[in-house]
């Protein structure tokens, strides 16, 4: 009966760590999402100029470089479902009747073509962030999308 009983508060023990472990890594999960999105978040549906767009693509640039995020062949980052960051820009060009078309960029599109060059053109203009995506499994900031905005 002693043996038993012995046994059985040994699997509750056993049983209890595991959940407090599952729990506390959960809670550290979330801690760190907030941590790494907070830079990201302070720009949801507000407006910036190009400089400042430029600023922040260096800086995802140096996250996912950080975080080991792989490259394809075009030396374009690929998604993973954790910590990769992906920043999409839609430029409004002007097509034919005066009707404005967008048309989608990625950052690495504009980070290894010359962001010197991109603050010329781009430098003063206006960029709305009009969308944060998130990585269901982690919660961290998964893409920004900006569009330029003509006023």
Not at 38 to 48: A, L, M, N, R
């Amino acid at each position: 009966m002693k043996r038993n009983l012995i046994i059985l508060i040994s699997a509750l023990l056993i049983v209890c760590v595991f959940v407090v472990y599952f729990v506390i890594n959960y809670r550290n999960m979330q801690i760190d999402a907030q941590a790494n999105n907070k830079e990201y978040i302070t720009y949801k549906d507000k407006t910036i100029v190009g400089t400042t767009l430029v600023s922040l693509i260096n800086k995802t640039v140096d996250n996912n470089e950080k975080n080991n995020i792989e490259k394809d062949e075009k030396n374009t980052y690929i998604e993973n479902d954790k910590n990769s960051v992906k920043i999409y820009i839609y430029f409004l060009d002007l097509e034919k009747e005066d009707k404005y078309i967008e048309t989608p960029y990625t950052m690495e599109q504009i980070y290894n073509n010359d962001t010197d060059n991109f603050i010329k053109l781009y430098g003063t203009s206006n960029f709305y962030c009009s969308n944060i995506d998130y990585h269901e499994k982690t919660g961290n900031v998964k893409s920004l999308t900006f569009e330029q905005q003509i006023y």
